[in-house]
């Protein structure tokens, strides 16, 4: 009944709230069997549970590639426009979230490099020897 709801101090700090209708990496991984086989195909969830039995490829390949991203497996077959049209009628819905387990992929801007903005700060006094010398050498 309360429609309290203005500015709830929401005790969900990490995270945000998944939009109906979007099914997450978790939900995907629930359904990796074949009495209940989802798979991801270019960030759209599809239930293929039906399908299996009637897949020209086989049940096996299905099975494998149940509760993940397909995508990259469906793909690499050459799948026939007629096999894509067939989609829309598995459809779920839209991924949400992550597709892989949080792989770390963080890119530390290595020192040494001289990127725009950052060289190693040896750089200047090394600089200013060889400048230094070079003074030197071509004034003697
Ligand atoms: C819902 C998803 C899928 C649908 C609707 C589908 C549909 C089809 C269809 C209609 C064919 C017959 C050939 C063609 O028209 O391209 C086929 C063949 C095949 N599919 Fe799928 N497929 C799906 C997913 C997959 C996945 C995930 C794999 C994993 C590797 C796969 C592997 C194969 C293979 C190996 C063949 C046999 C190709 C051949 O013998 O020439 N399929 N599929």
């Known amino acids: 009944m309360a429609e309290a709801s203005s500015s709830s101090t929401t005790t969900q700090s990490e995270k945000p709230v998944q939009p109906e209708g979007t099914y997450s990496l978790e939900q995907l991984k629930e359904h990796g069997t074949r009495e209940s086989l989802w798979m991801l195909l270019h960030d ?15 049940d096996e390949v299905m099975i494998e590639e149940a509760g993940r991203d397909a995508t990259e497996a469906f793909e690499d077959v050459g799948h026939s426009d007629e096999a894509r049209d067939m ?14 387990s949080k792989t770390k992929k963080s890119f530390s801007s290595n020192d040494g490099s001289t990127s725009s903005g950052g060289f190693p700060i040896w750089v200047v006094p090394v600089a200013l020897i060889a400048a230094f010398l070079a003074w030197r050498v071509f004034l003697a």
């Open 44 to 58: 759209k969830v599809y239930d293929v549970t039906a399908f299996i039995d009637e897949h020209p490829g086989g």
């Open 87 to 100: 989609l829309p009628k598995m459809l779920l819905g839209d991924f949400y979230g992550e597709k892989k």
